[in-house]
């Protein structure tokens, strides 16, 4: 057991067996129903304390996985809330824990009294993330099932939602520890070579082992080739509209979201800085950013919301150039469309309505008044983010995940060098490295672990979770 995973076995054994943790799980507003859960060594007597159960069984006395109907009571004996309440006993519980769920009505102050009245009867408010700390810390999920579990509470898009849910039945999680283990074993083999002498071993075994870490490393690649897909999954596809002023770039932002975002006039220049909101399109999210109107202005003002349209351009995954086909295609737009990346941009040819002068231009032809056209902008859209790809059918790594496979995969190619010439020289700095990229690849999914890196992926968890 390394530093790391003594120091978070001790953290975990000290929440264990000395503090119970209590907050609410739902969140807050009002609602039908609202959750107070508890879990540690005393959740089950401070359950049987503050709850009054209507067939007069404590919670306590309840076997696992049971619900009693009853009442919640303040210290004097005064009903705060009634409703229900669920006990799970440890290890087959979400921490691993004792676990209660009292469940009533869910109102701001009702719920705040109950949980007020859990703390007085000896449970400790949870910090975030604290529920699903304790589950990784009890061996009921590991980091990477912790994080498809925050991925899937913020997933914005059907599709985010499912890499998140796959993420948390462990389909990542196998994935990694396939790769730990070929990595241990290739580790373990070189190590067995270095209590012979040289020339006893056979021709074929530093080739054998040579074999088994470049079959590691196609499995590493793949991984790491599913990046991409998870940041625009989690983060959303960059989409960048720009065009000349009274294009139609905020007709157009108004007409995907559904609703009045962006002011639109006749008059030029209108916007002069970015609006970017968020937009789903056929399960992929999507950042909309309108932008200021591109042209030559001695405005400083707009001068500077122009800059940044310009720069939003630069870094977007998507640019969508709006062009007001009413009107002879200016030299501007004509500069501009030369210079655009054809494998990211998206052409719209607006005003048609007003009858379409600009022929010389592929793209797609619409009246973002009437939303004529509107269906087959979509229909271009998603042919160019390629959804197909950006929806993988799989869980995808995270930028951590992507920092430490990058690490694990230098230290093993400086491994993998080493087997190349003086093998047998050379085992015991191969072994070296090999060792360092094991332990990158066991930071990812917990196998060892310290608390700051506890502390960097639970502090982002809500409450009650």
Known sequence: MSLGEISGWAYGLNMLIDETIAA?????????????????????EIG??????????RLLDRGANAFAYGSIRDKEGVQIDVGLALVMRAPKSFTGEDTVELQGHGGTVVLRRVLRRVLEAGARMAEPGEFSRRAFLNGRMDLTQAEGLFDLIRARSDRAAQ???????????RSFNGLYDAFLEVTANLETTLDFVEDELPDDVFS??????????????????????GRLLREGVRVAI???????????????LGYERAIVSEIEGTTRDTIEE???LNGIPLRLTDTAGLRVTDCRVEAEGIRRAEAHGEVAELIIYVLDASKRLASEDQRRL??????????????IDLGQKVDEIEGIAVSLLSAHGLVDLK??????LDAGEQSPAHAVISERHRALLIKARYEAKQARAYLIENIEQQSALACDHLRSALEHLGYVTGRTYHDELLDNIFSRFCIGK
């Not at 720009?242 to 007409?255: E, V, Y």
């Open 379 to 384: 229909a271009a859209l998603i042919e160019k």
């Open 338 to 351: 030369e210079e655009l990346p054809a494998d990211r941009s998206v052409v719209v040819l607006n005003k």
């Open 278 to 280: 968020q937009w789903v």
């Open 208 to 229: 054998g082992i040579a074999q088994k870490l470049d079959h590691s490393f196609m499995e590493l690649d793949r991984l790491l080739e599913t990046w991409n897909e």
């Open 242 to 256: 720009l065009g000349r002023p009274n294009a139609g770039k905020s007709t157009l932002l108004n007409a995907l």
């Open 24 to 44: 609410i799980a739902t969140p807050a507003g009002e609602g039908g129903v609202g959750i107070i859960r508890i879990s540690g060594e005393m959740a089950l």
């Open 48 to 57: 049987s304390t503050v709850f009054q159960s209507a067939d007069g069984v």
């Open 163 to 173: 890499a998140g849910l796959e993420q948390l039945e462990g389909v990542l999680s």
